[in-house]
């Protein structure tokens, strides 16, 4: 080959070189900003005890439920929770929970923490997701937060001051252990994992995205709805499909006052599974490119005990869900008795029971992801 023609080859090739080096480095760093991250979202888990409140459970737990062999599994007369300590990412172990185990419980939490809060929040938003590896089944329940509830290790009030008793009662990362617990006495399944997202990462998630189509199914009005300023405003959702950023989908989410909070649970219902597909659509869980501007989206916004192998053994599983297959649950008007004051409303059992075992597969389901 002529000189000429072979220091073009050459160059060429040291070009395309350098193009596939300079690519490389850049996923190695976005991946490595990644996985920073999200180790700083993983907390530790700690075992505290606390006394056998489970005794009395509405339902004997599924088999899969009630492994005695099952990593973390408290032994009878006591109820193992976890408190998760600050700073260092959950250990690759025996006890981190893999999708080769038949269920896998996850408590989802959403906390409306403001700036000038100094106590520990509330949460304002409670979804149990159930995910079965082997039939594929994916199904979620929600809590109304002001549910009437006894909370494990003694006392009572409403669910969603479980996560805030539990951080002042045993101190910081407490409250994700009391919500667990008081959620898993509650409906007679054990609740392996949580996630807690403040309101605002919940926003910034959808932002980043860049947006999500909600199918509003009717109108609504709020003329009160509540600013982070602790003011009011007044708000208004046309009925049909439309496309909201983080703001407008987390003021749908929130809104109270045209309905109830029973109305509330299924407005996050739709926001939650309008987020799943937007992630489908962006190809998230087929490919991890820009996976750190998620990441450090998020970033100082969500707390979990999953691990990095379970995220991405979930992210795996999720890419053959159909979310118009997921079974959609909740605790409403009909499954609920009214208290005396300062009581709020507690579930009825029998309703509860039949409700639970619709959600666990154990019952025929009319839910039909509806």
Request: net charge neutral; hydrophobic share 40%.
């Amino acid at each position: 080959m002529p000189p000429l023609p072979r220091r073009l080859v050459i160059s060429a090739f040291l070009l395309i070189s350098l193009i596939v080096a300079a690519t490389m480095l850049r996923l190695a760093l976005e991946w490595r900003q990644a996985l920073a991250d999200i180790d700083s979202m993983i907390v530790t888990p700690a075992a505290i005890t606390l006394p056998d409140t489970l005794a009395d459970r509405l339902d004997d737990p599924l088999p899969s439920d009630s492994d005695a062999g099952s990593p973390g599994q408290a032994a009878p007369g006591s109820f193992q929770a976890t408190v998760p300590g600050p700073g260092a990412p959950a250990p690759e172990s025996e006890n981190a929970l893999q999708l080769n185990q038949a269920t896998l419980n996850i408590l989802l939490l959403g906390t409306d923490a403001r700036a000038s809060d100094t106590g520990p929040p509330r949460t304002d938003a409670l979804v149990l997701v159930r995910i079965e590896r082997d039939s594929g089944r994916v199904s979620m329940l929600s809590i109304p937060r002001d549910l009437w509830v006894s909370y494990p290790g003694g006392g009572e009030g409403r669910i969603n001051a479980a996560y805030a008793r539990g951080e002042v009662r045993f101190g910081p990362g407490g409250g994700a252990s009391l919500a667990k617990a008081t959620v898993s006495r509650l409906l007679g399944v054990r609740v392996d994992n949580f996630v807690l997202i403040n309101f605002q990462g919940f926003e910034t998630l959808i932002d980043q995205l860049g947006g999500i189509r909600v199918d509003v199914p009717e109108a609504i009005y709020d003329p009160a709805y509540p600013t982070e300023d602790y003011g009011t405003i007044e708000v208004r959702f046309r009925p049909g499909q439309q496309v909201f950023d983080g703001k407008r989908a987390l003021i749908y989410a929130r809104t109270r006052h045209a309905d109830s909070d029973f109305g509330r649970n299924q407005r996050q219902q739709l926001v939650l599974m309008a987020i799943f597909e937007r992630i489908r659509e962006r190809g998230l869980l087929q490919q991890l490119t820009s996976l750190d501007d998620y990441t450090r989206a998020l970033r100082g916004y969500v707390k979990t005990d999953l691990s990095r192998s379970q995220m991405l053994a979930i992210a795996s599983f999720a890419r053959n869900v159909d979310g118009d297959s997921v079974l959609r649950y909740a605790i409403d008007s009909r499954t609920i008795v009214d208290l005396r004051e300062p009581a709020t409303f507690a579930a009825d059992p029998a309703a509860l029971k039949r409700l639970v075992g619709q959600f666990t597969g154990q019952a025929v389901s009319t839910a039909g992801g509806q």
